[in-house]
């Protein structure tokens, strides 16, 4: 059997607000918007490549841990690259990012570093040596 990434899902206190932030922080476009049976709103979104990224709140009477930006077990980040890493945290910053770690050099040329994105999720910026 063949498989393929399909999604990456984000919870978030409102899914709206953290839809739009990914819309001017990294150009995602908004597929779907709507209210699940769940309960849940539930924003799905698309990025320039062709990935989706699902963001939706808490279900009917679903209980919700706090986020966590930190490096932790499971699921702890997802990269996104960018072409001048120093002057996206300080665009990022400015849409309310928090730059966690870095930037920071690594073998081969490649800088990396670590942002808390509006609603929790951690996200690695990776500028490519040109």
């Known amino acids: 059997m063949a498989y393929e990434f ?3 899902h984000l ?3 409102d899914p709206g607000a953290v839809a739009d932030w990914y819309v001017r922080a990294f150009n995602f ?3 779907k918007d ?3 049976v769940t309960g849940d709103r539930f924003v799905r979104c698309q990025t ?3 990935s989706t990224i699902n963001i939706s ?3 009917t009477d679903e209980r919700m841990g706090d986020s966590d930006a930190s490096a932790h077990w499971g699921l702890e980040h997802f990269g996104i690259k960018v072409d001048d890493i120093d002057a996206e945290i300080g665009r990022l910053a400015g849409l309310g990012a ?3 770690e870095g930037p920071s050099d690594q073998p081969g040329g490649l800088r990396i570093a670590f942002i808390k994105a509006p609603g929790g ?3 690695e910026l990776l500028q490519h040596p040109a």
């Open 6 to 8: 399909d999604h990456v």
């Open 11 to 13: 919870k978030a206190v």
């Open 29 to 31: 476009t908004i597929e």
């Open 34 to 36: 709507f209210v699940r």
């Open 48 to 50: 320039t490549d062709g």
């Open 57 to 59: 709140g808490a279900r």
């Open 98 to 100: 928090q730059l966690l």
């Open 121 to 123: 999720a951690r996200i």
